[in-house]
């Protein structure tokens, strides 16, 4: 039998006519497939109208061209299955949802033809034709409509995502700025929290790494620090260049998280953390971020940047960082001799920075840093000799320790060559 006979034609005609009499009892049968094996498109009852002039749309069309024989090339998909697409495109709703509706849409529409059929032929030849034709029919208007379908939901999430991220960084200049702004507003824009605390946090990729696919790396990761951190939401993320990103991690009520436990695994190991501290409200969005960029200049400015860094820790070098020439010239006078960049230096400075820290105890520096009482004691004196002095102002040699310790050769004097006696020196 020539499924492209007159006699079948006749017949997928006859059986798409009587299943156009019954065209809104086929839609709300498909339609009610669509939404009870797709949980993703129940949503939204707007949306929900839209959806059911789609099915109306594609069933009426799909129809029209077995009952007029009208040729796929001239048919285009209907505009209420295309503005569905878009729709559901700009609410973030999978692509494979929208496929998957139009298979299902494709079973349940064919299962209606092929009853009709049952009911119109009884010639097992004429219905193997007719079902053949009826099945290339329907399945090349599926596909082809599934192709507009893609296409119209790509321009639409593509040119809805620039437009949103364009919308999110407007919104988060002006937090930034300090100036008034609309906290409903901002918060339904950034989908984000205000009145809470943040935690703000820049992310950097190492010099060395290919920036291909860095923005994707930086997401993943201040996810996965936002989860570690067990954060009481999705945090805000806004690339900065091809390798760095700002974003905001939300508290909920918790003015505490442990950033190095964060960042620690899990992460690309040439990822780089600033964090600034835990502050609450739009004025604590834009100081925590003030602070997490102030942790990473120290982090930079040091040469080697360490893999975590909290503005807690660094907040009096940060403060500091003002003038690099400035800070260098003081350290320099701070410390004298100590300030000489050398690892036997840098074992007197770490030595003294943690006597300092444990209020002048030597027993405590001793546990802290694993060395004997006398050894510690030792160093303390070697340590002071360099200097030339006493570390009697202790509050200003402290600072100067802390600076060479973030900052090392930044605020350090070249080494010179040492002479054989002092290479036993412990």
């Known amino acids: 039998m020539d499924t492209d006979g007159p006699a079948v034609a006749k017949l997928v005609a006859d059986v798409a006519a009587a299943v156009s009499r019954r065209a809104a009892l086929v839609s709300e049968d498909v339609y009610e497939v669509i939404l009870r094996d797709i949980p993703e498109l129940r949503d939204d009852k707007p949306v929900l109208a839209l959806l059911s002039s789609s099915v109306q749309s594609n069933i009426g069309t799909c129809l029209q061209i077995m009952q007029h024989q009208i040729e796929l090339s001239a048919v285009h998909a209907p505009a209420a299955s295309l503005e569905y697409a878009r729709r559901r495109a700009q609410r973030g709703t999978p692509l494979t949802a929208l496929l998957r509706a139009y ?27 007719a079902t053949l034709s009826m099945s290339r029919t329907v399945a090349g208007y599926v596909d082809q409509t599934s192709e507009e379908i893609v296409a119209a939901y790509t321009r639409e999430r593509e040119h809805w995502l620039r437009n949103r991220s364009a919308a999110r960084a407007a919104r988060i200049r002006d937090l930034l ?39 994707t790396r930086l997401e993943h990761a201040i996810s996965h620090v936002a989860a570690e951190v067990a954060a009481s939401g999705d945090p805000v993320f806004l690339p900065r260049d091809e ?153 200003d040699v402290e600072l100067a320790l802390r600076a060479s310790h973030w900052l090392g050769s930044a605020v350090l004097q070249p080494a010179r060559e040492r002479s054989p006696a002092s290479a036993g020196l412990r």
């Open 177 to 215: 700025s300090g100036e008034r702004v609309n906290a409903a507003a901002t918060e339904a824009t950034l989908g984000y929290r205000l009145r809470q605390y943040h935690v703000g946090l820049v992310c950097w990729a190492g010099d060395a790494t290919a920036a291909v696919d860095n923005i």
């Open 243 to 395: 390798s760095s990103a700002w974003a905001w991690l939300p508290l909920g009520i918790r003015d505490r998280f442990d950033a190095a436990g964060a960042a620690a695994a899990g992460v690309d190991g040439d990822l780089h953390f600033a964090f600034g501290d835990a502050a609450r409200g739009s004025t604590g969005f834009r100081l925590t971020h003030q602070q997490a960029l102030a942790a990473q200049a120290v982090a930079l400015a040091a040469g080697r940047a360490p893999r975590v860094v909290t503005f807690e820790e660094v907040a009096p070098v940060a403060m500091m960082l003002g003038s690099a020439d400035l800070l260098r010239a003081w350290v320099l006078v701070t410390l004298g001799g100590l300030a000489t960049d050398d690892e036997h230096h840098a074992r007197l400075r770490d030595t003294l920075l943690a006597f300092l820290q444990s209020g002048g105890s030597y027993k405590a520096t001793a546990e802290q840093l694993t060395l004997h009482k006398n050894t510690v004691q030792y160093r303390i004196r070697k340590a002071e000799e360099s200097m030339g002095r006493p570390a009697g102002n202790r509050y």
């Open 103 to 129: 298979r299902l849409g494709h079973t349940c529409f064919s299962d209606w033809l092929l009853v009709e059929l049952a009911r119109q032929a009884d010639d097992a030849a004429m219905i193997t034709a």
